[in-house]
């Protein structure tokens, strides 16, 4: 038998390995792990920022509760907001040192309550630490703090987010 006699008997067998496996691998998806959670969340509205930091955190919970499609106009629930930051030496500046390390901590205190009964659902208190370099050069110094500030503001977002997500009803 000649290799391309065996070449012509294997086609039929490899065909059909081709489909199988095709099939199989039409199965498959890939999907988050935990599934999308904006889509299925009633709307909230959330007050007006008082300042910087607080408006990074409104609009990142905005974000994350539309899926990027901004806050909806009739809401089921109203988040009522307050954020703060304090940035602070962690360790003394000696008197060679160029710089410092600090951290920069933001506080937030929300409720969560139903639009048309004004019932309180959630309040909590949640804080974020970003760790931050303390230079000696003043714009340098304002530009970690500030870079700071919006690391903690995201991630206090994201604890916010979760807690909205795991107590309002679908």
Not at 139 to 149: H, N, S, T, V, Y
Not at 155 to 165: E, G, H, R, S
Request: hydrophobic share 45%; net charge positive.
């Amino acid at each position: 038998m000649s290799s391309s006699d065996q070449f012509a008997t294997r086609i039929p067998g490899l065909a059909v390995l081709l489909v199988v496996g095709a099939s199989l691998l039409a199965g498959c998806q890939v999907r988050p792990l935990h599934g999308t959670v904006a889509g299925s969340l009633p709307a909230v509205k959330i007050n007006p920022a008082d300042n910087r930091t607080e408006q990074i955190v409104r609009d990142e919970i905005i974000f994350r509760l539309s899926g990027g499609a901004g806050e909806a106009a009739n809401a089921a629930y109203v988040l009522d907001l307050r954020v703060d930051e304090r940035t602070q030496n962690v360790l003394p500046t000696g008197r060679f040192n160029d710089s410092s390390a600090g951290r920069t901590i933001v506080r937030a205190s929300y409720s969560l309550r139903s639009a048309s009964t004004s019932e309180i659902v959630l309040q909590g208190n949640r804080q974020a630490t970003s760790l931050v370099d303390l230079s000696n050069q003043d714009f340098a110094r304002l530009r970690a703090i500030e870079d700071a500030k919006e690391r903690g503001a995201r991630a206090l977002a994201a604890m916010i987010f979760a807690d909205i997500a795991a107590k309002i009803p679908r």
